[in-house]
């Protein structure tokens, strides 16, 4: 099969998978443990702050945070000089009518709180994070890293995303031991791969402001998604490596669904990730094994 044949193969699979709609995407990694959540109640904090809590949380090693008064409650206390960090929660306020008591509407309040990250805290105990082992790096990557000339260098840090940063030229992944499996590993670095091909050293695909991936769910950044995830696929198929087509398709839903289900655009988005496929491996061979 070569290379035009492959692409359409691929293509004709992820289609197949878009017309059945059936399985739901999973992400590839496994994140419990770091998520930033309340040591009381074991939630993970939601929305804006979940944001504030992962970026000030950089610093620390515990993803538990809590107020000063949960620290007494569990029997200890906040370190002397450690700062707070703000969050908010919206509380419900019911209005009722002065003389018969009858609830006549409610509304949503915004207030305020400060947290600590447990690291700030002494006296208090903090449930062990589970540790797994790495899983096994496919061979096969090593042979499509060492055809990738002037890639991005790439870092394993223990966190919830995997993400290319273009102004930076860099790969981060979760940590080997959060993947489900090497082929998950395989899967996700293929993916943040063929972002990297997008910058202006190589494929330059963002070279006209329009086609930016500015910010997340916009239109450009949408785009970007699919020719990262299909250019995925065509990277592993052309080294060997198994793919789940099924996982692929259903991702591809998601952002299609954000570009209001336009189909068409898998077949741009297909050429642009075979150009990032390629540029990556260098000199394909004509014949590929699927």
């Known amino acids: ?12 699979l992820i289609i197949a998978e878009l017309e059945s709609g059936s399985v739901p995407w999973h ?40 107020t000063f008064k949960q620290a007494k409650q ?3 206390s906040v370190k002397l000089g450690e ?4 969050i908010t929660y919206y509380s419900k306020v019911t209005k009722k009518d002065k003389d018969t008591e009858e609830v006549t509407g409610s509304f949503s309040l915004l207030k ?22 790495p899983v096994e790096v496919i061979p096969a990557l090593d042979s499509i890293l060492a055809s990738y000339k002037n890639r991005p260098e790439i870092f394993y840090k223990e966190q919830d995303r995997a993400y290319y940063s273009p102004s930076a030229d860099t790969i981060t992944l979760p940590s080997l031991a959060q993947f489900e499996s090497a082929q998950e590993h ?52 052309m080294a060997g490596v198994e793919v789940d087509i099924k996982n692929s398709g259903a991702y591809i839903k998601n952002w299609l669904s954000a570009l209001r289900d336009d189909r068409t655009l898998i077949f ?9 496929a390629t540029l990556i491996l260098g000199e394909v061979k004509e014949e590929v094994n699927v």
Request: one cysteine or more; hydrophobic letters at 35%; a negative charge.
């Open 27 to 66: 992400k590839g990694w496994n994140s419990h443990g770091l998520m930033a959540s309340n040591l009381i109640s074991g939630k993970a904090y939601q929305g804006i702050n979940a944001l504030v809590l992962s970026i000030v949380g950089g610093e620390y090693s515990s993803p538990y945070w809590l």
């Open 268 to 276: 741009s988005a297909s050429a642009k990730a075979n150009a990032g």
């Open 186 to 237: 395989a899967y996700t670095l293929a993916h943040e791969l063929i972002h990297s091909t997008g910058h202006s050293s190589r494929c330059d695909r963002w070279s006209k402001e329009e086609e930016k991936p500015t910010r997340f769910g916009c239109e450009s950044y949408a785009k970007e998604e699919l020719v990262a995830e299909i250019g995925a696929c065509l990277l592993l198929t």
């Open 83 to 86: 700062k707070g960090t703000h």
């Open 112 to 133: 305020g709180y400060v947290v600590f990250n447990a690291d700030q805290c002494e006296g208090i105990t903090v449930p062990t994070i589970e540790k797994r082992d």
């Open 74 to 76: 569990l029997g200890g």
């Open 1 to 12: 099969m070569n290379k035009a044949e492959l692409q359409e193969y691929i293509t004709g």
